[in-house]
T-cell receptor, first 110, second 116 residues
């Protein structure tokens, strides 16, 4: 079945630095969603990308959907301690299952 | 507050027992999803219901079952519990049941199940 793979699994970032997490699929995705889960919390929807090559920004977060709609990235600039958490990408496969990637756990060093 | 309510928040039970987790979706949402998250693991899709009917099925064990009632609340039943079933079980809801744009899903705070 369809899987979305996320890399890296862990990201240690110095406060103030930038980082990128990637989501890859072997099949074309109709859309992709990104979620953030704070430690001890529940996943919270961040954004959805639908169009090929789409780029959306939310303050310091930039989301991109690949031209072939098989990959996506989340880039965070000037990382802050509030960015700590696990970032998941998710996409719906045939059969309507919303499948999540394994997540990138972000730890910020002050 | 996402508007999705899950009970109980925490539950400790013994192996071999059966438990029921309950979820009330956001007002107006017709779809309910159940996910399992083990320690340091990702979100494993279990099952989705839309307006009372099963819509999609994931890696849900035969020992587990779910249903969605006419008032749209849902229950996840876990039976013959094993130590490995200890996990955080999330319920989520969305307005629609398809993969179209705008079909954001909202997660509840989860039910922590510990099997001892």
């Amino acid at each position: 079945g369809q899987q979305v793979m996320q890399i890296p699994q862990y990201q240690h970032v110095q406060e103030g630095e930038d980082f990128t997490t990637y989501c890859n699929s072997s099949t074309t995705l109709s859309n992709i969603q990104w979620y953030k889960q704070r430690p001890g919390g529940h996943p919270v929807f961040l954004i959805q990308l639908v169009k090929s090559g789409e780029v959306k920004k939310q303050k310091r977060l930039t989301f991109q959907f690949g031209e072939a709609k098989k990959n996506s990235s989340l880039h965070i600039t000037a990382t802050q301690t509030t960015d700590v958490g696990t970032y998941f990408c998710a996409s719906k496969a045939a059969g309507n299952k919303l499948t999540f990637g394994g997540g990138t756990r972000v730890l910020v060093k002050p | 507050d996402s508007g999705v309510t899950q009970t109980p928040k925490h539950l400790i039970t013994a192996t071999g027992q059966r438990v029921t987790l309950r979820c009330s979706p956001r007002s107006g949402d017709l779809s309910v999803y159940w996910y399992q998250q083990s320690l340091d693991q990702g979100l494993q899709f279990l099952i989705q219901y839309y307006n009372g009917e099963e819509r999609a099925k994931g890696n849900i064990l035969e020992r587990f079952s779910a249903q969605q009632f006419p008032d749209l609340h849902s229950e996840l039943n876990l039976s013959s519990l094993e130590l490995g079933d200890s996990a955080l079980y999330f319920c989520a809801s969305s307005v629609g049941g398809g993969s179209g744009s705008g079909n954001t899903i909202y997660f509840g705070e989860g039910s922590w199940l510990t099997v001892v």
